[in-house]
Every structure is written in structure tokens, then in C-alpha cells.
């Protein structure tokens, strides 16, 4: 209870005084969490703790992917496919030297953090943008970027520990090709459940009051069987899932996304403040030290633009919007 009012709460405040809903939400976790240690949640969900919070991401992303129509970038394709692409490649590859050199960390788990830190993610574009007065250009490169990327940062992670795994002789050849066969399983079982959706709805095989308590449904079941072939493929399959349905012209497609965005509000609100009560003390006053304040900064202010600058040279962008 304490959780979802918080969350919901942090939201309201954050939209009257027109802050970022992230920030308010991580404090109310802080305190409540470690600080003043009035909720523990890893400790009262137990082992739910971590499919739960998976399962919220699974269905946060589909709601964003459900709102990527490729009308809408036609103007602005190009940037789009740089970014997700060459600018990922730059920001994991920039990102895992910043993490060796400047924290201190073995390239191996360099390179692992590298993947998982070029990640934006719905989780905060999505609650960001509702708030920040952007354009409608920018904003939509933001959402794209977002989306799209998210489940490519988990799985480059996962690259990453398979590839030192393999170069150290504790993976074998079968096992690293397996991850490349199993992403593309998660990819064909996300378009394949997104068109059957997509086709059942339009010949009027499920009622309306079902469409969208059975598309929530099927977005958890492809997630787990898609996690259960490989782990961190799952959010790939919902994405292209979400992908495919958001481009079928699905008549009903908007109060399914107006359902969804509900849900998402709520799971975000859950989700920030489960993650920051669940954070022990000790660990936060140990991460302020010189190396990774500095990491962090290198991240913000030389990584992720230096990313952004070198991807889209030669793209429409303005300089202008790519700050």
C-alpha cells in the first residue's frame, strides 16, 4: 500500500510543480527505504522481488512500443536508425573504457556495465517526456531511443559475460551461438503473437472488453517463455511484439494503449520506489567516492553526447536538438 501511494503521490507532486517524477519518486524510496527504514521491499516480497520487477519492465516496454508507429518518423528515420545503431555501438564501446579506466573496473565487467549503461529506458524517458516542454522531434527521437535500445542494452550486456565466458574457456562455441539463436527466437515468437493478436482482433474473434486484459496476458507468457530460452531476451519479444501491433491499423489500438499507459503510470510509480527502499545504506555512501562520481560524470557529459554528436553526423539534426 505504502509503495503504490508513494509512487502515485511522488507523481502528483511532481506534476504540480512540473519536476521530474523520477527524482521525487527515487527520495520517497530513500527515505522510507534505507534512511528511515519504515519498508524493506526485497525482504517482503522475497523471491517475487526480482520476477516482479521483471514483469513490470515487460509490460512497461510493450506500452511504449505500442506507440512507436513508423509514420511517425519518416521525416526523421534516418537520425532514429543512427542512434539506435552507430550511437549504442559508440556509447557501449566509450562507455566500457570509461568504466576500466576511470572506476577501476576489469575490462571484462567493463564491457558488461558498458552494455547495461546504454540503456535510457522507457522507465525514465517515458515519465520525463510526459513532463518536459519538448518538441515534437525531439521528443519522438527521445521515445524511440528509449524503447528501442532498451532491450539491446540487456542483451549486449548478456553478450559481453557470454564473450568473457567463451574467451576464458568456460563457454564453449555451441553455448555463444546459442545466445544469437535465441534472440532471434524472441524476435519471431514477439512479430508472430503480434500479428495473430493483431489479425484475431480485426476479424472480431475476441470482444472488445478482452482485447486489452488478453493482450496483458500474452505479453507475460511470451516474456517468460522468451526468458526461459534465454535469459533478458523476453523484453526483446515484448518490443517486437508491441512494434508489430502499434502498425496492423488495429481499430481498437488506442484504448488498448489508453489501458496500458494506466498500468505503466502505476508500475513506474511501484517500481522507483521499490528499487531505492530496497537499497542498503552502507552501499550508498560507499558508491560516493572519487571514481565513480567521476564515472558517472564521464557518462553524462563526454559518453552519451559524444554518442549522440558522432551517430548522427550527416543526419538532418539540428544542432540545436542534439543536446
Do not use: C
Not at 189 to 202: D, H, K, N, Q, R
Not at 243 to 266: G, P, T, Y
Amino acid at each position: 500500500m505504502l509503495i503504490i501511494f508513494l509512487g502515485v503521490l511522488s507523481q502528483w507532486i511532481a506534476w504540480r510543480l512540473q519536476f521530474p517524477a523520477i527524482v521525487l519518486m527515487s527520495i520517497a524510496g530513500l527515505l522510507v527505504g534505507p534512511i528511515f527504514e519504515v519498508i524493506h521491499p526485497a525482504e517482503s516480497f522475497g523471491e517475487l522481488f526480482n520476477p516482479f520487477i521483471s514483469l513490470a519492465v515487460a509490460i512497461i516496454l510493450f506500452e511504449g512500443s505500442l506507440n512507436l508507429n513508423f509514420k511517425e518518423i519518416r521525416t526523421f528515420g534516418k537520425p532514429i536508425l543512427r542512434i539506435v545503431t552507430l550511437g549504442a555501438f559508440i556509447a557501449w564501446i566509450a562507455g566500457s573504457f570509461a568504466a576500466h579506466y576511470i572506476a577501476g573496473l576489469s575490462l571484462g565487467v567493463a564491457f558488461v556495465i558498458g552494455g547495461l549503461f546504454i540503456v535510457t529506458g522507457p522507465t525514465v524517458i517515458l515519465p520525463m517526456l510526459r513532463q518536459a516542454k519538448l518538441k515534437s522531434r525531439p521528443a519522438a527521437i527521445l521515445k524511440w531511443e528509449g524503447i528501442v535500445v532498451d532491450p539491446f542494452g540487456a542483451l549486449l550486456a548478456l553478450f559481453a559475460f557470454q564473450f568473457v565466458l567463451f574467451a576464458i574457456g568456460d563457454e564453449t562455441a555451441a553455448a555463444f551461438g546459442l545466445f544469437f539463436l535465441a534472440s532471434l527466437f524472441a524476435v519471431a515468437l514477439g512479430v508472430g503473437t503480434g500479428m495473430l493478436m493483431g489479425m484475431m482482433f480485426e476479424k472480431g474473434q475476441v470482444p472488445e472488453f478482452l482485447k486489452a486484459p488478453m493482450v496483458f496476458g500474452i505479453v507475460l507468457l511470451i516474456f517468460v517463455i522468451s526468458d526461459i530460452v534465454m535469459h533478458e531476451t523476453g523484453l526483446l519479444a515484448v518490443t517486437a511484439m508491441g512494434m508489430v501491433m502499434a502498425n496492423m491499423k488495429i481499430a481498437s489500438i488506442n484504448d488498448m494503449r489508453h489501458f496500458k499507459e494506466n498500468i505503466s503510470v502505476l508500475l513506474i510509480s511501484s517500481i522507483f520506489v521499490m528499487l531505492t527502499a530496497s537499497l542498503n545504506l552502507d552501499v550508498l555512501i560507499g558508491i560516493f567516492n572519487w571514481e565513480i562520481v567521476s564515472f558517472v560524470l564521464a557518462m553524462l557529459f563526454i559518453v552519451r553526447p559524444l554518442s549522440i554528436w558522432l551517430s548522427t553526423i550527416g543526419t538532418d539534426m539540428t544542432i540545436q536538438e542534439k543536446p
